[in-house]
Structure formats: C-alpha cells, structure tokens
T-cell receptor
C-alpha cells in the first residue's frame, strides 16, 4: 500500500485566502485523524472521523476550520479565511479503527500564511 | 492542561550509549501507550507500544517501561545509533468509547557519532 497520502506537501498563501488540504487514508482503514503540529503546542488533534462520520471536532480551533470526509478514501481540511497564526504542519493519519491504537501518518502539509 | 508531558525538549547521547526518553501522564484512564519517531519532513511513524497490563515491552534495541503508580513511561534505546536521531513522541490512549490518542510535545534525540 502507498500509505497515507497528503497534498499539497507545501502551501504558501496570503492572509484571507482559502486553503484546502487533502488526505487519502490507507485502504481499509476506518478511522481518519487530522493533526496540527506547532513548536508551542506540539501535535494537536483537530478532528477525527470513524466510518466517514465526524466523531469529535473539539480540537478545531475556530469556525474558520472545517473538515469533510465524503467517502472512505478522501478527506479535506479547509481553512477560510486563513491567518498567519494558522501556519503549521498539518498531518493526516489513519487507523483500522479508533480503538486500534497504531495510527499511520502521512508526510504532512507545511502551511505558511503570510 | 497537558495530559501527556515530555519534559525534555532535547537530548544528546553518544553513539553506542543508552538513550532514555521520558514521558509522564495525568489521566488514570489511559491504558495504552505508544512511542512514535519522526524524521524531518516526514510524518511520525509508530515505534513501540505497551498496554497497561504490562510493565515492559521490548523490540530489538527499543524497550518501553511503564510505571503505572508513578504515571510514567520511558523509552530506552540501546545501543544508540546516529540513525536514531529524530523527534520522539509519546502518546497515550484510553479504552472508554472512541477515545483517540493524546500526544506529548516530543523530545529531539541527537546521537553523536
């Protein structure tokens, strides 16, 4: 399997623009997680899905952030409008199920908002 | 409030010596603990895990120790190799419903040749 695929790998945008990050989980995995990594806060869970249904979005920082999982093989994380403080590395991870602890991470998207 | 804490942001160790990375947690409901390793420009990769019913799990050069009474776990790497230089994340999970993992902030290990 190709592993978790994320695109783009790097994104540079101006404040106020919409940003969409994409993730393709490992085939057969039922749970999908979006994380954000910053120096100050480390690796934070933003939202996770189980069988394409959002289970917990309490980590989403503001209403500017939204995530969807229209099918088992695709998810998006959208920031609209983007702000400089959103600059971070965003990771997508998948696992066979939420209670299967080993998660497989994608390579991440490095977002820079100027 | 951080439920999983890695109090050492960085650690330097000589090649061939033991590396000990520490992690503390506060939530008594955590019953499964993992270590992830992360190289620059890559996502974290699973390294080793331990269930709360055990106090030690070994996989080659990597051993994880769990002290439930102290709510403390550690990762030992023996012998350390330059390729072990990476950021190591401690993570913890509970068995109550759909409880996802909680990660520490990570410790950057540098193994010096």
């Amino acid at each position: 399997d190709a592993g978790v695929i994320q695109s783009p790998r790097h994104e540079v945008t101006e404040m106020g623009q919409e940003v969409t990050l994409r993730c393709k989980p490992i085939s057969g995995h039922n749970s999908l997680f979006w994380y954000r990594q910053t120096m100050m806060r480390g690796l934070e869970l933003l939202i996770y899905f189980n069988n394409n249904v959002p289970i917990d979005d309490s980590g989403m920082p503001e209403d500017r952030f939204s995530a969807k999982m229209p099918n088992a093989s695709f998810s998006t994380l959208k920031i609209q409008p983007s702000e400089p403080r959103d600059s971070a590395v965003y990771f997508c991870a998948s696992s066979l199920a939420v209670l299967v602890r080993e998660q497989y991470f994608g390579p991440g998207t490095r977002l820079t908002v100027t | 409030d951080q439920q999983v804490k890695q109090n050492s942001p960085s650690l330097s160790v000589q090649e061939g010596r033991i590396s000990i990375l520490n992690c503390d947690y506060t939530n008594s409901m955590f019953d499964y603990f993992l270590w992830y390793k992360k190289y620059p420009a890559e996502g974290p990769t699973f390294l080793i895990s331990i269930s709360s019913i055990k106090d030690k799990n070994e996989d080659g050069r990597f051993t994880v120790f769990l002290n439930k009474s102290a709510k403390h776990l550690s990762l030992h790497i023996v012998p350390s190799q330059p390729g072990d230089s990476a950021v190591y994340f401690c993570a913890a999970g509970g068995n109550s419903g759909n409880t996802p993992l909680v990660f520490g902030k990570g410790t950057r290990l540098s193994v010096i040749a």
